[in-house]
């Protein structure tokens, strides 16, 4: 069942409330990002440091702006950096990222093997989720991450990311569906967070994982057979 169980069983929900990013007293605006059809990844890395399209900006310590292996043939997305991405500037190092950690392990492939990166590149207010207007401005970041990337299977975690990049509404009833973004393979599953709230959910994520690890010729029985790290 469950192959990226966390080491206690009794770790609380994530926090919302700590490190909470001070809300902007400025009017939040919203512009364009221009032409990023001519950046590489160290190019686009450097735009977004220095990105203020949207009000996102005025609460952030660092963006967030993904990271592993640039040709990885498996890339993972989430909705946005928390409060541990912040202070960081990496994606997914707190709870969620180690149980993310445990997926990608379970799934035989380590984290450098992949690429990881989020719908918005700084991190919302208390952790809320990103506006519409809000992910709409940074998406083309994202867009032109993958079109470098060029990963043959995109696994999105949670609703935002199924919203915001496919227009698809509702992870419950779509997860574990393969979905298609300009012709890569999309698997849509529950964001590692929902999991830690809802441990019974893991069950299905893992019918999700296994799903993807079929395209990539991997068999599933060998990490059933493998105790998990602890």
Same mark, same amino acid.
């Given at each position: 069942? *469950?192959?990226?169980?966390?080491?206690?069983?009794?770790?609380? /929900?994530? +926090?919302? +409330?700590?490190?909470?990013? @001070?809300?902007?007293?400025?009017?939040? @605006?919203?512009?364009?990002?221009?032409?990023?059809? %001519?950046?590489?990844?160290? !190019?686009?890395? *450097?735009?977004? +440091?220095?990105?203020? *399209?949207?009000?996102?900006?005025?609460?952030?310590?660092?963006?967030?702006?993904?990271?592993?292996?640039?040709?990885?043939?498996? $890339?993972?997305?989430?909705?946005?950096?928390?409060?541990?991405?912040?202070?960081?500037?990496?994606?997914?190092?707190?709870?969620?990222?180690?149980?993310? #950690?445990?997926?990608?392990?379970?799934?035989?492939?380590?984290?450098?093997?992949?690429?990881?990166?989020?719908?918005?590149?700084?991190?919302?207010?208390?952790?809320?989720?990103? !506006?519409?207007?809000?992910?709409? @401005?940074?998406?083309?970041?994202?867009?032109?991450?993958?079109?470098?990337?060029?990963?043959?299977?995109? &696994?999105?975690?949670?609703?935002? /990311?199924?919203? #915001?990049?496919?227009?698809?509404? %509702?992870?419950?009833?779509?997860?574990?569906?393969?979905?298609?973004?300009? %012709?890569?393979? &999309? $698997? /849509?599953?529950?964001?590692?967070?929902?999991?830690?709230?809802?441990?019974?959910?893991?069950?299905?994520?893992?019918?999700?994982?296994?799903? &993807?690890?079929?395209?990539?010729?991997?068999?599933?029985?060998?990490?059933?057979?493998?105790?998990?790290?602890?």
């Amino acid at each position: 069942l *469950a192959r990226f169980n966390t080491p206690s069983k009794n770790m609380p /929900p994530p +926090s919302s +409330s700590s490190s909470a990013n @001070t809300i902007p007293t400025q009017p939040v @605006t919203f512009s364009q990002i221009g032409d990023l059809s %001519g950046l590489d990844l160290t !190019e686009l890395q *450097a735009k977004v +440091s220095n990105c203020k *399209a949207c009000g996102l900006c005025q609460g952030r310590t660092n963006t967030v702006f993904g990271e592993g292996n640039p040709h990885a043939d498996l $890339m993972f997305i989430g909705e946005g950096p928390g409060a541990d991405e912040d202070i960081q500037g990496r994606p997914f190092v707190g709870k969620a990222g180690q149980l993310l #950690d445990k997926m990608i392990g379970a799934m035989q492939f380590s984290r450098e093997e992949v690429y990881i990166a989020n719908i918005v590149k700084c991190r919302p207010p208390r952790n809320r989720t990103p !506006e519409p207007e809000e992910a709409e @401005t940074c998406l083309p970041y994202l867009k032109r991450q993958i079109e470098l990337i060029q990963p043959v299977c995109i &696994v999105t975690l949670g609703a935002t /990311p199924l919203r #915001d990049l496919l227009g698809v509404t %509702g992870i419950i009833r779509n997860r574990g569906k393969w979905l298609d973004y300009q %012709g890569i393979a &999309v $698997m /849509p599953t529950f964001h590692p967070s929902y999991l830690l709230r809802l441990e019974n959910a893991k069950r299905e994520a893992w019918q999700d994982l296994q799903q &993807v690890m079929k395209r990539f010729d991997k068999d599933p029985s060998q990490t059933r057979r493998q105790r998990p790290q602890r």
